[in-house]
């Protein structure tokens, strides 16, 4: 769980409905099928219908699809994050890809490449490794039938490079995609979706924000990436799944578009990319 010591931010005016993207239920505090109730009750009262929770490691994994199946509105996704590439072991490997058959499950992530923690935080995998894993996942997404979710963190060459040599799945998510115009270039015309974060309101993302104008309408998701990257004016804040509307009021207004329209195409968008009931 993220502490801060500035107050949670006041429920945003509803606007959706909406599906967060990306969230993690559990570093929000939620431990219980009542947490999750909790949560997802303030998230629907301001139009957000739907998360999908990640797992960062095995763990968080297994609860993740427990989580999905305490509550309809609850998605889950699984991988171990890049920075935790270590600990894909042939026992971690059987026990992912046996979540990732589960229906509840909906996407295999968030895995990729991190390039700015290793040297920076002890136990963090180092690139070759993280390569290696992130390849793994690419198969496993392939075999299950399910889109691939990457963190992408300085990494954007090394990712295509990964992506090519590998293939890429069907359906690619770049979650909170943070990269310039000339990498959302590549994506849109490879096909694949990018999901925007509070981080696209923060005014001195330049480069994204720019990017942020390229991405139609059919390849672009909306996340909390909670509890980080709470969006402006409440950066510093804690996050959560109901603070959405915010994130995207700012997209609209960036992308010179109602607020309502950018709403209806992210959630169709998740709809279609996580086939949600």
């Known amino acids: 769980m993220v502490s801060s010591k500035r107050p949670p931010p006041p429920p945003p005016e509803p606007l959706g409905p909406l599906v967060d993207a990306h969230t993690h239920l559990d570093a929000c505090g939620a431990v219980d099928a009542a947490d999750v109730a909790t949560i997802l009750d303030r998230a629907e009262s301001v139009g957000v219908t739907a998360v999908v929770t990640i797992a960062d490691d095995l763990d968080a994994a297994q609860w993740a699809v427990r989580a999905a199946h ?28 046996a979540l990732a058959t589960d229906p509840r499950v909906v996407a295999v992530g968030e895995t990729g490449i991190d390039l700015y923690w290793p040297g920076r935080l002890d136990g963090c995998a180092e690139p070759a490794r993280q390569r290696e894993a992130f390849a793994w996942h690419i198969d496993l997404a392939k075999r299950v039938g399910k889109p691939l979710m990457i ?37 849109v015309d490879a096909g694949w979706y990018l999901s925007l974060s509070g981080s696209v309101s923060f005014r001195n993302a330049h480069a ?48 010179d578009r109602p607020a309502g329209d950018v709403a209806a195409a992210a959630s169709a968008t998740a709809r279609k990319v996580y086939a949600l009931d």
């Open 70 to 97: 305490w509550d309809r509105r609850v998605y889950a996704a699984v991988a171990l994050h890049p920075t935790r590439a270590d600990a894909l072991d042939a026992d971690a490997e059987a026990t992912l890809a």
């Open 151 to 187: 963190h992408n963190r300085d990494g954007d060459d090394m990712v295509l490079d990964v992506l090519r040599a590998e293939g890429a799945p069907d359906a690619v998510i770049f979650h909170c995609f943070s990269s310039g115009p000339e990498m959302a270039r590549v994506c």
């Open 208 to 255: 994204l924000r720019e990017a942020a104008r390229l991405i139609p309408d059919d390849q672009l998701l909306v996340e909390t990436d909670a509890p980080f990257l709470t969006p402006h004016p409440y950066r510093g804040a804690p996050n959560e799944p109901y603070c959405l509307p915010y994130t995207v009021r700012a997209l609209a207004e960036l992308r």
